[in-house]
């Protein structure tokens, strides 16, 4: 059998499980949109390296 008091802090922790799944859900969310974005630049400054590297190549 439940301790009452274990059962009445079960009763909450239930209760505000979907927000902390939500808020979870949030972060994750915004941390592979903040990778994602971050990855893109990378990939973008590297082929606009690669481009100068090559300009700068023929002037020699």
């Known amino acids: ?3 009452p008091t ?4 079960y009763d909450l922790v ?3 499980a ?3 799944i939500a808020a979870y859900g ?3 969310l915004g941390l592979c ?3 994602t974005f971050m990855l893109t630049r990378m990939l ?3 082929k606009e ?3 100068l590297e090559d300009a700068v190549d023929k002037l020699k």
């Open 49 to 51: 390296l690669t481009l």
């Open 6 to 9: 274990n059962t009445e802090l």
């Open 44 to 46: 973008k400054m590297g």
């Open 26 to 28: 949030i972060l994750w």
């Open 14 to 16: 239930l209760q505000d």
């Open 18 to 20: 979907p927000f902390v």
């Open 1 to 3: 059998m439940i301790d």
């Open 33 to 35: 949109a903040y990778v």
